[in-house]
Nanobody, 122 residues
Framework: VQLQASGGGSVQAGGSLRLSCVAT?????MGWFRQAPGKEREFVAG????????VYADSVKGRYTISKDNAKNTMYLQMNSLKPEDTAVYYC???????????????????WGQGTLVTVSS
């Protein structure tokens, strides 16, 4: 499985971006993670196989929305009200082992996209 993330860019605080992640095939539990310079990779949001269940980090709850279109093997992350502290490289990931559980731990995810940079200026 290969994942291709896109949609990053530079925006001012308060702006919006939408990230996309295309998988070559398959339907999985998927997630978005981010890593800021000098910090560990952290969980942002996750979605189950069917797309009906989601989990968010407290730091993005109410501002970000994760969704997926299984017919297109694509996951999205709509990011609104962006803040400078949201600046990071964002990675999409897939967990092929899980049927229901959405893990917030990077080690649970076997497949990773290449990352897309989001920069939010104040």
């Amino acid at each position: 499985v290969q994942l291709q993330a896109s949609g990053g860019g530079s925006v001012q605080a308060g702006g919006s971006l939408r990230l996309s992640c295309v998988a070559t095939f398959g339907t999985y539990v998927m997630g978005w993670f981010r890593q800021a310079p000098g910090k560990e990779r952290e969980f942002v949001a996750g979605i189950n196989r069917g797309g009906g269940s989601t989990v968010y980090a407290d730091s993005v709850k109410g501002r970000y929305t994760i969704s997926k279109d299984n017919a297109k093997n694509t996951m999205y992350l709509q990011m609104n009200s962006l803040k400078p502290e949201d600046t990071a490289v964002y990675y999409c990931a897939a967990d092929p082992k899980s049927i229901v559980r959405i893990s917030t731990t990077p080690s649970s995810y076997d497949y990773w996209g290449q990352g897309t940079l989001v920069t939010v200026s104040s």
